[in-house]
């Protein structure tokens, strides 16, 4: 099995079912140390998940197994599906979730949090806050409420990500008129994880 850190992913990379079940507590502990790195709460209620190739990786290899997919075309598709979800080295990509645990107040946050996806920003450095482009795959929101999930992609400035891979803070807002916060600069290990993603502009 092939293993990069930029790229989309194709048939060499993942592992046959047999070998995935072989490997796969190994695997899946792997991916939940390399997801704490790449995590951030958003006050009480929202968190991203920066996604990567890793990520995608084991998405693809779960589905792979829970589906017992093996055949070539039906594998195709879901690369086809989870490779737009990867970085490109000047960007980052988002999964948004917006966490309530009752269910009634689930139901009257994403009422009242229509457009939210849209209010998180990032700035990194010295340089004005980014704001994503949401949900390319498909609309998740309608005029009575939005969704708990949102696919979001951060398109940086050659500047940020020399600033970035420079070591520069990174902080993560938002301002929506129903749920405004801001972090504190984010910790190295997640700065220098979220960092990785970028290739050097020069």
Not at 12 to 17: K, N
Not at 28 to 37: G, M, N, T, Y
Not at 128 to 134: G, M, S
């Given at each position: 099995m092939t293993i990069m850190t930029h790229g989309p992913l194709n048939r060499g990379d993942l592992m046959s079912l047999e070998v995935y079940a072989e490997r796969r507590e190994d695997y899946r502990e792997q991916i939940i140390a390399h997801k704490k790195s790449r995590q951030v709460q958003l006050g009480s209620n929202m968190r991203l998940y920066f996604e990567d190739r890793l990520?995608?990786?084991?998405?693809?290899q779960e589905i792979l197994r829970i589906e017992k997919i093996f055949e070539g075309d039906a594998i195709e598709e879901e690369l086809e599906a989870y490779n737009p979800l990867i970085p490109d080295g000047s960007n980052w990509k988002v999964t948004l979730m917006i966490e309530y645990e009752d269910i009634a107040e689930r139901k009257l946050a994403l009422e009242r949090l229509i457009g939210?996806?849209?209010?998180?920003?990032i700035r990194i450095g010295d340089q004005e806050p980014v704001r994503p482009i949401a949900n390319e795959d498909l609309i998740r929101e309608t005029e009575e409420k939005t969704s708990a999930v949102h696919f979001l992609r951060y398109e940086l400035s050659g500047e940020m990500i020399?600033?970035?891979r420079n070591?520069?803070?990174?902080?993560?807002g938002v301002d929506h008129p129903e749920y405004s916060c801001?972090?504190?600069?984010?910790?190295e290990n997640i700065a220098r994880s979220l960092a990785g993603d970028l290739l050097s502009t020069q």
């Amino acid at each position: 099995m092939t293993i990069m850190t930029h790229g989309p992913l194709n048939r060499g990379d993942l592992m046959s079912l047999e070998v995935y079940a072989e490997r796969r507590e190994d695997y899946r502990e792997q991916i939940i140390a390399h997801k704490k790195s790449r995590q951030v709460q958003l006050g009480s209620n929202m968190r991203l998940y920066f996604e990567d190739r890793l990520t995608m990786q084991y998405q693809i290899q779960e589905i792979l197994r829970i589906e017992k997919i093996f055949e070539g075309d039906a594998i195709e598709e879901e690369l086809e599906a989870y490779n737009p979800l990867i970085p490109d080295g000047s960007n980052w990509k988002v999964t948004l979730m917006i966490e309530y645990e009752d269910i009634a107040e689930r139901k009257l946050a994403l009422e009242r949090l229509i457009g939210v996806e849209r209010q998180v920003w990032i700035r990194i450095g010295d340089q004005e806050p980014v704001r994503p482009i949401a949900n390319e795959d498909l609309i998740r929101e309608t005029e009575e409420k939005t969704s708990a999930v949102h696919f979001l992609r951060y398109e940086l400035s050659g500047e940020m990500i020399r600033q970035a891979r420079n070591g520069a803070d990174i902080v993560i807002g938002v301002d929506h008129p129903e749920y405004s916060c801001v972090t504190d600069p984010l910790p190295e290990n997640i700065a220098r994880s979220l960092a990785g993603d970028l290739l050097s502009t020069q």
